[in-house]
Structures are given as structure tokens and as C-alpha cells.
């Protein structure tokens, strides 16, 4: 690197640091403002509000990102121009272009290093801030790691397991959940299938592979040890053709030899398009479908920020595979993306402005800090605004996403175009 371009980063790094600083820990205050009444009526320790906001510093310094960017650039050029050593260096040949290349490329790196810290980093981060907010901060007792209530979830194959109560454990399986022996369930799977196929009328084999006997079970401890066991479950499937199948059953076994789970004492009813219902009772049913294990059914939700892209792109899918609206999280989505690039729209912005204002230039240190902060606040709106738009169907979510980085880099190059290099 060129001594230009390192004097040059030197001022800008210099700059960037100082506003980091002074942008976080403006945001930090003006939250502990916010919320001080609740930290004193909940009693909570200042030990554990420090661990809270330390945790908070990466995802707290990725929000300013930007906005130091902008006052860095301002501030830095604004100092080169006050002293005149940028119209020095434009005299000796040297165009602007030049000077601000390596404030731009190192906004370029920068942006993709935020992309990559928010995708690998922060999330786990804001996790752990939830867990020490809700346990440490409010004094709600910690969430249980092997239980999960009323909750539904979907496989990939279209199965949709609706449960009031899921408990994963190591260990046996009490006797009254135990499945059968290896011969009650031959004796018993046998006498069930004969009896649908009577009821229903169908030729051996033709029954849906849903309602299907599993095959004969290897020899085995007849009370195996299990890892989890649910209440008051209902799974659902509807098939190509039409038909619907729902099972209900008040207690459903994950049986660890064969990886499946077990359903007892339930009902299984089909609803064939444009026929009449058939409905089945049985007191054991497997199917080699219900293979989704435990740790899947007790994974909780999480917040957006609590997700990479891939895991928000995976809960969209899984999402409306279940019907559900999905157009906040698509937003959310397209977000994690365009805000780590807004860092190179701001700079290329700032170094436009300083280029085609060229008074600004020798304004003092304040007139450019305060232009920068209403500068950010302007672009803070854009990006608002038009996440809520997108929020509410008004844009799609990739232009939501995308405007305010759109709007200010097409102002930036109509600038930088008018600027004396």
C-alpha cells in the first residue's frame, strides 16, 4: 500500500473507532434509560446487567456499523479538506477516486465480514442475551431442556405432528408405556391389518403405506429403553390425491431400536376425496414415516436475530409447509443481507458528498459530526419505513430489503458524478 493510502486509512480507522465507541455506547445508555425501572423493581443484580449488555456488544456494533461508517468518512475527508491536503493531492495528480479507493474497498471487506459475523456469531450471542434477560434479568425460572408443550411441527414429508406435551429422557420406559413384546405385537399387528382390510374393503397390500403394519420387529429386550414419550398427540397428512388421513392417540413412544415412534390406544381415520370417512381403532400402530427424531420435535422456535440465513430460510420453508404467513420472516430474510452492505452504500455516499460539497470539506469536526447523524437518521427512516411496507405486502421483501441501500447509493453515484476529482 501506497504512504497516500495509508495516511489516508489512518485517519479513517481512527475516525471509525472513536464513532464505534461513541454510537454503541450511546445505544447502550439510552437502553439502560429505557429500562432501568425494570431492572430495580425486578431486583435485578448489576452483575448480571453487565453480562447482559457485554453479550449485546456484537449485535450492538453491527446496528452502528453503518452510522460510523458515515460519520468516519465525513469526519476523516472533512479533516483532509480542512487542512487542505486534499486539494494538495488533487493538485499533484492524484483524483479523488483515487484517495477514497481504499476507504471504499475496505467498506467493500467490511461488509462482507459483517455479513459473515451475523451469520456465525451474533446469533448465538442473542440467544444467550434472551437467556440471560429472561433468567437472570426477570427471574423467570429457566426453560426445560427436555420438555416442550403444545406445539406443532412438520417433517419433510408432509406429516404434521399436533402435541400437548412431549418429555425426552434417558432411561426405561415405565411399564404402562412400554411397547409389547416382540409376539403381542406380531399377534396384534396381524389382527389389525385383518380387520382394516375387511373394513375397508382392499385386496392385501393395498392400503395406504400411512396406515400400513411395520414390518416385524427384530428380537429385542422386550422393555427397551427409550429416549422420549408424548401426550395427547394428532398427526395429519393430506396425500396427492386428496385424501386426509389424521391420527389421534393419548400417548405416543419414541422406541430407540427401530428409531420410530409408537402410537397406543388410538383412532386412525381417512377422509377419501368425495367418499364416505373410514375410521380404524387401534391399540399399537408404527409406520416407517414417524421416524423424526426427538431433539427435532423439542428444537423451539427462535427469533430472527436468533438465526443465521440458513437457518431463517429453513424455518420459512418448514413454515409454509404448514399454511402459515410467512412474508415478515421473508422480509427479515432478505434483510440479513442488504444491512451488512449498507456500510458500502454509506461510505460511497459520504465520500460523494464530501466530493461534491467541497465547503463541507472545511467545516469543523461538529458541523460534520452533526451532518452525519442526520444523515444516518434519514437513511435509519428509509430502511424503516420500507421494512414496514414490506411487513404489511406493500413490497416485495427482496425490494423492501434493498430500497433505502438503493435509494442512497443511486444519491451517492448522481453526487460522486458532479464531484471535482
Known sequence: MRRLDRYVMGEFIRMLILSLISLTAIFVLVHLMDHIDLYLDEGAPWPA??????????????????????????????????????????????????????????????????????????????????????????????????????????????????????????????????????????????????????????????????????????????????????????????????????????????????????LRRGELRLFPGGAEERMYGFSLLRSARLTDPPAELLAEEKEPEEMSYQDLRAYIAKQERLGADTLTERVDLQMKVSYPFANLVIALFGVALIGSATHLGRRGGGMGFGLALFLTIIFWGFLRVSQGIGYGGGLPPAAAAWLANGIFGVVGLLLLSRAKT
Open 49 to 262: 446487567i453487565g453480562k447482559y449488555y457485554l453479550y449485546q456488544t456484537p449485535y450492538n456494533l453491527l446496528l452502528t456499523m453503518p452510522m460510523a461508517m458515515l460519520v468516519a468518512t465525513i469526519l476523516a475527508l472533512g479533516e483532509l479538506g480542512r487542512h487542505g491536503e486534499l486539494t494538495a493531492m488533487k493538485a499533484s495528480g492524484v483524483s479523488l477516486y483515487r484517495v477514497v479507493l481504499p476507504i471504499l474497498a475496505f467498506a467493500l471487506l467490511l461488509s462482507f465480514g459483517v455479513l459473515a459475523l451475523g451469520e456465525t456469531v451474533v446469533p448465538r450471542l442473542n440467544e444467550r442475551v434472551n437467556d440471560v434477560y429472561e433468567e437472570e434479568i426477570r427471574g423467570e425460572p429457566p426453560g426445560r431442556e427436555n420438555f416442550r408443550g403444545s406445539f406443532v411441527y412438520q417433517n419433510d414429508e408432509g406429516y404434521t405432528y399436533i402435541v400437548r406435551a412431549l418429555f425426552v429422557e434417558e432411561g426405561v420406559v415405565p411399564d404402562s408405556l412400554a411397547p409389547p413384546s416382540p409376539e403381542e405385537t406380531r399377534a396384534r399387528e396381524a389382527a389389525e391389518l385383518a380387520e382394516r382390510r375387511r373394513a375397508a374393503g382392499l385386496e392385501a397390500g393395498a392400503a395406504p403405506d400411512s396406515v400400513a403394519a411395520a414390518p416385524e420387529p427384530e428380537e429385542r429386550d422386550p422393555r427397551p429403553a427409550v429416549e422420549a414419550s408424548a401426550e395427547q398427540v394428532e398427526i395429519q397428512r393430506r396425500f396427492p390425491d386428496g385424501t386426509f388421513l389424521r391420527i389421534n392417540a393419548p400417548q405416543m413412544v419414541w422406541e430407540a431400536a427401530s428409531e420410530t415412534w409408537v
